[in-house]
C-alpha cells in the first residue's frame, strides 16, 4: 500500500523524484525536510532554481553555461585560440579546468551521439562547432575529449570523421592505466588500450 | 582545486548541497540536470517547493502536514477518537497508515528530545499534546510509537512520566526481533529486549 499525502506534499515529492538518482525514498526524506524547514530556506531553494534558468544560457561561441555571453573562458585573453577541446558536459569543462596545463577554449556538445537513446548528431551541438570552425580560421587543433564510454567513442570517431575532411589536426584523451591505479585491478580493455598505446621510453 | 561555476549555478548548487543527504558530488550532479532541463521541467519543481511551503501547515489537532485543517484523518468519521498513537515525524504517520488494524488518531511531535542536539521537551509538540488531552476527554489512552534510538527511547520515558499523573493509559510499540529477520542477525540490544518482552504462547 503506497503511503498518502496532501495533494502539494504529493506534487513535491513527485517532483523531487524526477531528479536524477533521487528515488521515492530520497524525494520523500527530501520533501519533509523541505517541509520542516523555515520559509526563507526553502524559498532559497525554489529561488535558486528559478533564477539559475532565467540567468544561465549558452555561450554563443562555446556552448558552456554562462551567464555573460561570451562566457569568461572564451572572452579571456589568456586563452591559446588556437586549440578547442571538445566535452560532452559542461561539467566536463569544469573538470578540465582543473587540469592546470590547458589553456585552450572548450566546445561543449551537450550530449553524446546515442542510437539506443535516439540522440544523433544533430542533437548534439556538433552543427554549432563547424561553423566556429568556419568563422575561426585560427583553430588548429580540436582535442576530443569525450567519456570513454560506447556513446563518447561512437561521438569522437563521428567528430574525427568529419574533421577529417576539413585538415585540422584532430587528437583525442588517450586511455590507459590511472595513476597510483594497481595494475591488477585494471579491466581488460583498459589493459589492451594501455598495450596498444604503449610509449617509448 | 574547486570547481568554478558562475554565480547562479554555485547558488543552484549550494542550496541543493544543504538538503541532507546531497553531498557536493551530488549537488552538481543535480543542478546541471536542471540546467540541462527544459524551463517548464524545471521551474515545475520549483513552483512545487513554493507551493508546499504556502499550503501545507500543521493540523490544529494533532499537528500533522496538512493542507486542510483540521486534517483528513483528525475529520474522519471513521477513527477511534480514544486512541492517540504519538509518532516523532509526519513521515510516521504514513508508516503507521500502512498498518491496517490501527484505526486511532495521532499526535506529530515533529522531533525528539536530544540534549546532544539541545532540543529540550519545549522544542517538540509536547504542550499542544498536553493541551489535547485536557480539551478531549474521550482520550483513553497514548501509544507512544517513538523511533527505537537513545532519543526516541528518552522522549517515550519523559511523556510516559508526564501522563503517569494524568491516568491516561499509556502503552509503548513493542521492541523485538524483526519478522522475517535472522536471529544471527539481531543485535545484543535487540535480542536483550525481545527476551526481556517475552511472551507466554
Redesign the interface.
Known amino acids: 500500500?503506497a503511503?498518502?499525502?496532501?495533494?502539494?506534499?504529493t506534487?513535491?515529492i513527485?517532483?523531487?523524484n524526477?531528479?536524477?538518482?533521487?528515488g521515492a525514498k530520497?524525494a520523500?526524506?527530501?520533501?519533509?525536510?523541505?517541509?520542516?524547514q523555515d520559509?526563507e530556506?526553502?524559498?532559497?531553494?525554489?529561488?535558486?532554481?528559478?533564477?539559475?534558468?532565467q540567468?544561465?544560457t549558452l555561450c554563443s561561441e562555446c556552448c558552456n553555461?554562462?551567464?555573460?555571453d561570451p562566457c569568461?573562458i572564451c572572452r579571456s585573453q589568456n586563452r591559446d585560440r588556437s586549440v578547442v577541446c571538445v566535452v560532452e558536459?559542461?561539467?566536463d569543462v569544469?573538470?578540465m579546468?582543473?587540469v592546470q596545463n590547458f589553456d585552450g577554449l572548450y566546445h561543449v556538445l551537450?550530449g553524446a551521439i546515442s542510437p539506443m537513446e535516439d540522440i544523433g548528431p544533430e542533437d548534439i551541438k556538433l552543427r554549432e562547432l563547424l561553423q566556429r570552425l568556419q568563422q575561426h580560421q585560427e583553430i588548429e587543433e580540436i582535442i576530443l575529449a569525450m567519456n570513454p564510454s560506447i556513446e563518447g567513442e561512437a561521438t569522437a570517431l563521428y567528430i574525427a570523421r568529419l574533421l577529417h575532411k576539413t585538415g585540422i589536426k584532430t587528437t583525442q584523451l588517450s586511455h590507459g592505466i590511472p595513476m597510483g591505479a594497481d595494475l591488477e585491478y585494471a579491466d581488460a580493455e583498459t589493459l589492451s588500450r594501455a598495450l596498444k598505446n604503449r610509449q617509448e621510453l
Request: aromatic share 4%.
Open positions: 500500500m503511503m498518502r499525502f496532501s495533494p502539494a506534499i506534487r513535491l513527485a517532483e523531487l524526477k531528479l536524477p538518482g533521487i530520497t520523500q526524506r527530501l520533501a519533509f525536510h523541505i517541509l520542516a520559509n530556506q526553502a524559498l532559497a531553494l525554489a529561488d535558486a532554481i528559478r533564477d539559475a534558468k540567468d544561465v553555461l554562462t551567464e555573460d569568461d558536459n559542461p561539467r569544469s573538470v579546468e582543473r551537450h
